[in-house]
Structure formats: structure tokens, C-alpha cells
């Protein structure tokens, strides 16, 4: 009797710890994405304000797409306020969102001269695909980007990337394969490690033990997703640039601690800027300081692109901030 009941506990907690496993696989790589209402982009941007028809029609817009390593259709849209400019800003969004929530960020860099590229990431938005990897094949993702860029506007152009959470993670992984034109990063609420990062959540936000879970987690990335938690780590890949690199983290961020930022800005070596703004959580740093957030980044730029001649933001450019601020 009593062994009996051992083995239908051991069953249940192993049915237990299953259950969790897998729940935890799909917030890792599958949960549910932002839905946005269903219109298109200009009904998108006229309805919250963020441009006028006039403004849009003068930006040049239009969807563009490439072709991811494995195979998949990669969404992107291209703004073109300067067709004269050689500088171009590459943004990427944060896990759940899309370009869309990249908006808030075009006027900071279209005031510098920026034609600009906002890009979906894999399985997020218009782009393909299954599974989130968390920068493992993201970084590559955004190399076809970059090159597309490349390909399209001429070896010449000068390349900034943004991105948050998931983005910046995404664009510091890229940075120890960075082409020649990339001059700069930004990355906003980056994790330095997912690892750490999951291990973190699970100790002070899920309030479970790491063991046995990540150990049964990166045998469900490993066969479903194809990388493990391990495998994806932008601090390696900061210790090893020396581009200039711009850190940006809300000093309440429960989700990905700023120490993150903090520890990267540390190893890295070369230019590089921390900048922590008081109060804000994760992803929200420009809603809560967009003064700061906007001379902090546009400083950083000066110092990092050489002075040239480009054409001021034309007095229409308003870029209004109402998109919203979910997922990371």
C-alpha cells in the first residue's frame, strides 16, 4: 500500500514537472504574440497619430522582405525621408511585438538624417517562423538585413541598429559579426545572458528551482527549437567588439534586471555608454524619460557618426509616442 502510494506520487510529480516543462518551452519560444487591430499599416499610423497621410506619402514608405538562412520569408518596412543620406537605422522589436511598436523610436533617428528600417522578427509580425530563439538565429536574421541594406543602397551607407529587449539582445549578438558598415548600437533592456536571464525568472518572478527545470527545458529547445539556453549569451559577444555601443535600462526592470546592462557595459571594451533611467520597467524607458532618452541617444550619435551634410527634419516630421508598450 505504501509503495503503491510512492509510485502514483513520484508519477505525479513527474506529470508535474512535465506539465511545467513544456508550459515553459511555449513562453519561451511560442507565447502569444501582440495582436494589433486588423488594418493596415498607414490606417495604423493615421488612426494613433503617429503621422499624418501627407507625412507617410513623403517618408517613401513600403514593405520589404528578405530571406532568412533557414529559409524563411523576413518582413521589414523601409522608411525613405532622405534618399540623398548614407546613414540608415536598423530597429528591432521586442519579443511579443512587432514593427509597429519600433515607431516611437523613428523620430529620434529621422532628426539625425536616418532613412530608416524597421524589421520583424522571425515568427513575430509579417516574418515567418515557428520558434523564438532569443538572438541564436536572430543575429543572423539581422545580418540579411544588414547585407540587404548593403545590396540595395550601396556599400557606403553608414548602418545604426536599436533594439529592444529581444531586439537589443538580438543586435549585440550581431556585433561579433558585425559588417564594416555597422558604426553603432543601441540596445534598450537588454538580457546579457538566457541563461541567467531564465534562471533569474524562474528563482524571483515564477518562484521555482532552477534544477530540474532548466536542465528539462534545453532538452525541449534543443530537439524542438534547435539551440539551447546556453547557446545565446550577448555578453560574449560585447567582450569582443569595439564598436560603439550605447546601453539603455529602466532602474525597475523585474524582468531583465538592469545589473545585465550594467555587467555588459563593464566587459566591454572600446566607446560605450550606460544610461539608466529612474523608475522605468522593463521596455519602458522612452515612455518614461523621452527628454533624456532622446538627447542620451542623439549625443551618442554625434560622437559616433563624422559630421556631414544632411537635410533637417522637415517641419511635418511629428512622430507621436501612442504605440503601445507590451511584452519584451
Request: aromatic fraction near 10%.
Amino acid at each position: 500500500m505504501i509503495a503503491a502510494i510512492v509510485v502514483l506520487g513520484l508519477l505525479a510529480l513527474w506529470l508535474l514537472i512535465t506539465v511545467i516543462t513544456r508550459y515553459g518551452f511555449r513562453q519561451v519560444t511560442q507565447m502569444r504574440l501582440y495582436r494589433y487591430p486588423d488594418e493596415n499599416l498607414l490606417d495604423y499610423l493615421l488612426r494613433t497619430g503617429v503621422f499624418t497621410k501627407e507625412k507617410y506619402e513623403s517618408m517613401a514608405s513600403r514593405e520589404v522582405q528578405t530571406t532568412s538562412i533557414d529559409g524563411l520569408r523576413l518582413n521589414a518596412q523601409l522608411f525613405l525621408p532622405y534618399p540623398g543620406s548614407k546613414r540608415w537605422a536598423i530597429i528591432a522589436h521586442g519579443y511579443t511585438m512587432s514593427l509597429r511598436s519600433s515607431l516611437q523610436f523613428g523620430a529620434l533617428f529621422e532628426e539625425k538624417g536616418f532613412n530608416l528600417l524597421l524589421i520583424d522578427h522571425r515568427r513575430h509580425g509579417k516574418s515567418q517562423g515557428k520558434y523564438t530563439t532569443y538572438g541564436f538565429l536572430e543575429k543572423h536574421d539581422l545580418e540579411a538585413w544588414v547585407n540587404w541594406l548593403l545590396e540595395q543602397y550601396g556599400r557606403d551607407i553608414q548602418i545604426g541598429l536599436h533594439g529592444q529587449s529581444l531586439g537589443g539582445a538580438t543586435v549585440l549578438e550581431y556585433l561579433s559579426m558585425a559588417d564594416p558598415a555597422v558604426k553603432f548600437a543601441v540596445a534598450d533592456c537588454p538580457y546579457s545572458d538566457l541563461n541567467k536571464l531564465i534562471r533569474y525568472q524562474l528563482a524571483k518572478i515564477i518562484r521555482l528551482p532552477s534544477f530540474p527545470f532548466i536542465r528539462l527545458l534545453n532538452r525541449e529547445l534543443q530537439t524542438k527549437a534547435g539551440f539551447r539556453l546556453e547557446q545565446v549569451s550577448p555578453i560574449r559577444s560585447v567582450k569582443q567588439t569595439t564598436l560603439p555601443v550605447l546601453f539603455i535600462h529602466g532602474s525597475a526592470d523585474r524582468y531583465v534586471p538592469p545589473a545585465m546592462s550594467q555587467e555588459m557595459f563593464e566587459a566591454k571594451p572600446g566607446p560605450k555608454r550606460l544610461v539608466l533611467i529612474p523608475g522605468a520597467a522593463h521596455a519602458t524607458s522612452y515612455q518614461k524619460d523621452p527628454r533624456r532618452y532622446k538627447e542620451e541617444l542623439q549625443a551618442f550619435i554625434d560622437e559616433c557618426l563624422p559630421e556631414e551634410e544632411y537635410a533637417p527634419a522637415p517641419k511635418a516630421a511629428i512622430w507621436k509616442v501612442r504605440t503601445p508598450q507590451l511584452g519584451g
